[in-house]
């Protein structure tokens, strides 16, 4: 079965018809027998099931396991072509053991149980499937529910208008396998991924798991470990994870056979980078996407939008985007892509406006367009509307691509440059209410059963992503996609998708837990997420997800010191975007210029742009290189198990530590003041030595210390050896500057970067057009030497500037552009040393 075949968005249900059916590799189970080897591994049968175990890479392991009598000739929806192939296996084999060997990685198949075990070079146990019982297979019957025309109604949410079904027939599709496969892990592991939910659950061990897309939650089948290897899971149904005593196990609800990849590193971010090699690279945004963008629930008209970009660039504010949410179409047809002619008459005009003050503009779409106006009837005469939600089909390519030619005819060829691809989970069973159900998961997973096929349950927002970004390369080849969407999955990366984490309420708890659902969406692989800065519900209200704490909205003290630590937060994440309801967002709403919020609201954004250069050497690395924008403290630190939970704490890039204050220390609620003995965090270092970002003070590692907290700033902390490129204060991420980059070296240790650049904007970057520039400090030398720049891409500047600033008690605090300090240098691209304390070259 592939995509655009049976993979069709009806009503569907599944459910166990022979529990424990064909049970493979359990206790008692047949031995492994008829071994055929080939080039890149082996085949084999135990039992009825059959049995592969095939290279992809050095590094990269394929299992796959099915009782059916022939593999699944599927199309994967998440795998892409891997360039690198394997270097000759060794296969051997005697009584017990059949041992396969690359130049990176072993790989022993026990022939009694079909254990497999994965070694590194030197032998060392890196992963094992249970000796017990490895892996299992049940018989599961898919059930196709078709909706009863009859009990088909609209109905009003809070997450807006849905198509719901009250009765369905339901008839056997098809049989498949719930398949799942056990592992022992060691005792001092961590393990971080499977996207995010509504927990604060960061390392996995000893937890349990449910997989499947929500509102508040993103399922993502990709693990990686501290001992430095990656799971991949090319399933896409509901899943089941389970960690404790006996042992690590993941479950598929319905497949055609298990298939899953190992990945040693071997280290976390090789892991990672090994995950994006099988489901491609993550796309480059372009440079505006990483400004400041500016939303809320919702502009009314367009005037409304251009006046407020032109209220930022009045106040001297920076930003790149606005965003235009839903309810711009006419009252009753909800989902239309169609701007209401009074409100909105002239959206080119409009976007017009906004370029004119060198900004852009998002606008969200919906995959549940109203038939009352020609786009919705349109695709629902052609049969592209699912007859039990309204959505679109695009798990079809055909009704996919039709959808997004009629977005290009109403909006994007007038000018939009972004899209928010709102509600990508096909149902929300529990999104009502004033408690959510004890079952919800079940309820959640047995709505989306109804109204997609079960097996590609988890897929819809990929088919989402993927399909929006064969449509803007088709219409606007040189721009690239930027997708701000609900739900992601593997792969989603490769298509400019930001995943943000849904509705979520304005308290301090929920803050908290974002900080801990950011890191573990880019543990899983997918480097760009984001948040609603400030929380999407601000006030209480009747139902169990409206619950925030603050009914005064933005006129409580209490919230203006939420958000402002929201925002603080927000500007180190991929995606820096403020959005809500309930109350006003824009930066003036929370104070006049000279008071604490307002000024510590624009130092953010300023720091923001500051960073420009590093973000975007970072995304460059990320694109290259596997890299990620965030990561848990972990990553950097695998063998200090203090790092293994650090939930409050996060690595931006490579050496730079944040630590969010989750906790007020200025306001209750109600704006009632409080008096903390002191207004500081805790913040645990590892070992090194790190400098505190706004004073410079070096500070040494392996314990914690307590920090200064005022409204003014975020806890930072840099670790000797980094070499720190930043940009000056800005209004635009492009905005034409003749300053110099700071290069903000902290001493302690020798320390290197590659500083990235490409044009900012279209594909080109895709075929190799791009600089990078070494930089290398050689702390006992005390001098930075800049390489020869590689590479070139079309506007290049000639020549650069570069000035070094070296970290101390008087230089390098903050957001200080270290002006009088230091040495500028003229960079023709060719390489040039600086002396810290003299100015030679």
């Given at each position: 079965m592939g995509p655009g075949t049976t993979m069709r968005l009806h009503s569907y249900a599944c459910r166990l018809l022979f529990p424990l059916l064909a049970l493979a590799g359990h206790a008692g189970a047949a031995p492994v027998a008829q071994v055929h080897v080939r080039p890149d591994g082996v085949e084999a049968m135990q039992g009825d099931t059959r049995l592969r175990v095939l290279f992809v890479t050095d590094r990269i392991v394929r299992v796959s396991a099915t009782p059916n009598p022939q593999w699944s000739t599927r199309a994967g929806m998440m795998r892409v072509p891997v360039r690198d192939k394997p270097g000759p296996v060794v296969v051997s084999q005697d009584d017990a053991t059949l041992t396969l060997r690359s130049a990176a990685l072993a790989v022993s198949l026990d022939r009694a149980s079909g254990a497999l075990t994965v070694r590194d070079r030197a032998g060392r146990i890196v992963l094992r499937e249970d000796p017990a019982s490895p892996r299992s297979f049940a018989r599961t019957a898919v059930i196709k529910s078709v909706p009863d025309p009859a009990t088909v109604r609209s109905v009003r949410t809070v997450d807006g208008e849905r198509q719901q079904a009250g009765a369905y027939r339901q008839a056997r599709d098809r049989e498949a396998w719930r398949a799942e496969v056990r592992f022992r892990l060691g005792d001092d592991e961590g393990l971080y991924g499977l996207g995010f939910d509504e927990t604060a659950d960061l390392n996995l061990r000893g937890k349990t798991k449910r997989l499947y897309q929500h509102n508040l939650r993103v399922a993502i089948p990709f693990l990686v470990s501290t001992r430095g290897y990656g799971l991949l899971f090319d399933s896409y149904s509901a899943m089941t994870f389970a960690d404790g005593p006996d042992g690590m196990s993941v479950g598929s609800d319905v497949v055609d056979e298990l298939d899953y990849y190992v990945a040693l590193g071997p280290s976390m971010d090789g892991a990672v980078a090994a995950f994006r090699q099988l489901t491609g690279a993550a796309a480059m945004l372009p440079r505006w996407a990483y400004g400041y963008i500016q939303s809320k629930e919702r502009y009314e008209t367009q005037q409304e939008v251009v006046d407020t970009v032109r209220q930022f660039r009045d106040r001297k504010i920076p930003l790149d985007l606005i965003v235009q949410d839903w309810n711009y179409w006419l009252p009753g047809r909800w989902g239309s892509m169609v701007p209401d002619p009074a409100r909105y008459p002239d959206i080119a005009g409009m976007t017009s406006a906004v370029h004119a003050m060198n900004a852009r503009v998002m606008i969200s779409i919906w995959p549940n367009p109203s038939p009352l106006d020609p786009p919705g009837q349109a695709l629902k005469d052609r049969?592209?509307?699912?007859?039990?939600?309204?959505?679109?089909?695009?798990?079809?390519?055909?009704?996919?691509?039709?959808?997004?030619?009629?977005?290009?005819?109403?909006?994007?060829?007038h000018g939009i440059d972004a899209w928010w691809t709102d509600s990508t989970e096909p149902e929300v069973?529990?999104?009502?209410?004033?408690?959510?159900?004890?079952?919800?998961?079940?309820?959640?997973?047995?709505g989306l059963a109804k109204v997609i096929d079960p097996q590609w349950l988890n897929a819809y927002g990929l088919a989402n992503s993927q399909a929006l970004d064969r449509f803007w390369r088709r219409h606007a080849p040189d721009r690239r996609t930027v997708d701000l969407t609900r739900s992601g999955y593997a792969g989603s990366q490769a298509s400019g998708a930001v995943v943000w984490s849904g509705d979520i309420s304005a308290t301090w708890t929920t803050l908290a837990r974002q900080v801990v659902a950011m890191q573990r969406y880019s543990a899983s692989g997918l480097p760009y997420v984001t948040f609603d800065i400030g929380g999407?519900?601000?006030?209480?209200?009747?139902?169990?997800?409206?619950?925030g704490d603050y009914p005064q909205g933005v006129d409580d003290a209490g919230y203006r010191e939420l958000y402002t630590r929201w925002?603080?937060?927000?500007?180190?994440?991929?995606?820096?975007?403020?959005?809500?309801?309930?109350?006003?967002?824009?930066?003036?709403?929370?104070?006049?210029?000279?008071?604490?919020f307002y000024d510590a609201i624009l130092a953010s954004i300023r720091l923001r742009y500051r960073l420009l250069p590093y973000l975007y050497s970072e995304a460059g690395h990320a694109y290259r290189d596997g890299g990620s924008l965030i990561r848990p403290v972990a990553f950097g630190f695998p063998q200090d198990r203090r790092t293994?939970?650090?939930?409050?704490?996060?690595?931006f890039g490579r050496d730079i530590l944040v630590t969010p204050v989750l906790e007020p220390l200025y306001y209750g609620k109600a704006s009632v003041p409080l008096d903390p003995p002191a207004r500081q965090v805790d913040v645990y270092l590892p070992a090194g030595t790190w400098f505190d970002f706004w004073t410079g003070q070096a500070v040494p590692g392996a314990r914690t210390v307590r920090v200064d907290a005022p409204i003014g700033h975020i806890p930072v902390h840099v670790r000797a050896g980094t070499v720190l490129p930043l940009g000056p204060a800005r209004q635009y991420a492009d905005e034409p500057m003749d300053a110099p980059i700071e290069i903000r070296v902290y001493p302690g240790a020798d320390g290197q970067y590659v500083l990235y650049d490409d044009a900012g904007e279209g594909r080109a970057y895709e075929r190799g057009e791009s600089s990078r520039i070494p930089l290398h400090w050689n702390d006992a030398a005390r001098t930075l030497t800049i390489g020869p720049r590689e590479g070139r891409y079309e506007g290049m500047p000639r020549k650069l500037r570069f000035r070094l600033v070296v970290v101390g008690p008087r230089t390098?605090?903050?957001?200080?552009?270290?002006?009088?300090?230091?040495?500028?240098?003229?960079?023709?691209?060719k390489p040039l040393r600086i002396r810290a304390g003299a100015a030679g070259s």
């Open positions: 049969g592209f509307l699912s007859s039990g939600s309204g959505y679109v089909d695009f798990l079809r390519p055909e009704a996919a691509d039709f959808y997004f030619d009629q977005v290009w005819d109403t909006l994007g060829r069973a529990d999104w009502n209410g004033a408690d959510r159900p004890a079952d919800a998961d079940r309820k959640n997973i047995d999407f519900f601000v006030k209480p209200g009747k139902q169990w997800f409206w619950a925002l603080q937060v927000g500007a180190f994440m991929p995606m820096f975007r403020s959005h809500g309801t309930d109350t006003p967002r824009e930066p003036w709403r929370f104070g006049a210029p000279g008071t604490p293994h939970d650090l939930k409050g704490q996060m690595l390098g605090h903050g957001l200080d552009e270290g002006t009088g300090a230091g040495h500028t240098v003229e960079y023709s691209g």
